[in-house]
């Protein structure tokens, strides 16, 4: 394992220029995340229910199809369900005994729809398509090798910490706006809302795209006023913590004067305007931050055991945090894996640390404690629960 440790002069805070965007869990993107996510979780749940640890899988890939719909003031209609295909490869059969995997991904997609989103169901406005394959005899038999796993991809992990005030906004605002809290106050605010933040000097703009749920809007008037309580919320949640000075648009493709608003009547767009893709959305941190080194794999459906492609995303922000909270270093944290090697051992390790004065030893120090099977163990344990929301 190769080890290099790169001071960078220029937090990116104190930049001139800073863009970050998140995209909330409705936005068909991360819906599609969520579903891959499920499928592998559920699979992984199984197996280790089952042979007492988790079986190669990858169900990584898939595709959010938009239905369509008729959003009105006070109640529309889906006139075509919303299409989901995953496919991947899994191990279906084991001693040639057919796992049911089918009818076990199902249930927990299920599940998952019912915690996240209010108005999609599946088998009602989401339609779902599953077609797994039998994994590589290969990579099946990479993968079952020795007590520490192998990678099973030649891959590049990503985290780092802690976020800017700006990727604070931007995370905090979705968060807000899709809490449970404020859902219960204001219901007409849907899932999908996306935040995009650019920040010039010390003025900051937000552009928020928040799709609104029908039937708790009776007009057009109504909607305006609405439109005026998200920006109310954001100022008193968000940003009057900040030292900034903002401006905010809320659904700026507007136009009142001929009725074109943001209605929905299930709070996405993937009811009938905007596609999804697995992989498009936010990276481990939750945003997706240009200005920062980004990894372009998809964390979703891939499995937790061995593939690095979600599991060093995951493994960089827990040592890019640990670095942070045990000496103070903000950091960025590279990963890269090499397939066939133990997990435990990456290829190559990078971490820029954005500070005058640091100890190497001490970032060493870290990197050998969190470079061990028990945390990722650890990792896995997260994900098997729900908890790695991205």
């Known amino acids: 394992m190769k080890i290099s440790i790169i001071p960078k002069k220029i937090w990116p805070a104190r930049l001139e220029f800073e863009v970050v965007e998140r995209k909330g869990k409705g936005h068909p993107d991360t819906i599609c995340d969520y579903i891959a996510e499920a499928t592998s979780r559920a699979l992984s749940r199984y197996y280790i229910e089952n042979f007492g640890r988790i079986l190669h899988h990858n169900v990584d890939k898939g595709l959010l199809i938009a239905g ?22 899994a191990t279906l059969v084991v001693d040639s005994k057919e796992i049911p995997w089918e009818e076990i991904i199902r249930e927990e997609i299920k599940e998952t729809l019912e915690k996240n989103y209010r108005f999609l169901e599946l088998g009602e406005n989401v339609k779902l398509e599953l077609d797994l394959k039998r994994g590589s005899v290969d990579l099946v038999g990479m993968y079952e090798m020795g007590e520490i796993p192998k990678a099973n991809d ?20 979705e968060n807000i706006l899709n809490s449970e809290e404020i859902k219960n106050k204001f219901p007409f605010i849907g899932e999908d809302i996306k935040v995009l933040g650019i920040r010039n ?63 929905t009547v299930t709070g996405t767009s993937a009811e009938c305007g905007d596609d999804g893709c697995v992989g498009r959305g ?37 040592i890019s945090k640990r670095i942070f909270h045990e000496y103070g270093y903000k950091n960025e944290v590279i990963l890269v894996s090499q397939i066939g090697r133990q997990i435990t051992d990456p290829l190559a390790v990078n971490i820029f640390v954005y500070s005058r004065e640091y100890s190497v030893e001490r970032m060493k120090k870290v990197l050998n404690e969190m470079l061990d099977i028990e945390v990722f163990l650890e990792i896995q344990k997260k994900v098997l629960k729900g908890q790695i929301v991205f």
């Open 68 to 89: 369509r719909s008729s959003p009105q003031f006070g109640g529309g209609e889906i006139l075509e369900p919303i299409r989901v295909i995953i496919g991947g490869r």
């Open 201 to 263: 000097g010390t003025n900051v703009t937000l552009i928020i795209a928040c799709a609104f749920v029908d039937k708790f809007v009776s007009s057009k008037e109504d909607y305006l006023e609405k439109k005026r309580k998200i920006e109310e919320i954001l100022w008193s949640k968000v940003l009057k913590k900040y030292g900034y000075e903002f401006n905010v648009f809320i659904n700026t493709a507007d136009d009142p004067n001929k009725d074109l608003l943001y209605l």
């Open 154 to 173: 030649t891959s590049i992990g990503v985290g780092f910490y802690p976020h800017t005030p700006l990727e604070e906004i931007v995370l905090k605002s």
């Open 282 to 318: 936010n990276r481990s941190n939750g945003i997706i931050a240009p200005l920062r080194p980004t990894s372009i794999e998809a964390i979703a459906g891939k499995n937790a055991y061995s593939h690095v492609g979600k599991i060093y995303n995951l493994l960089a922000l827990e």
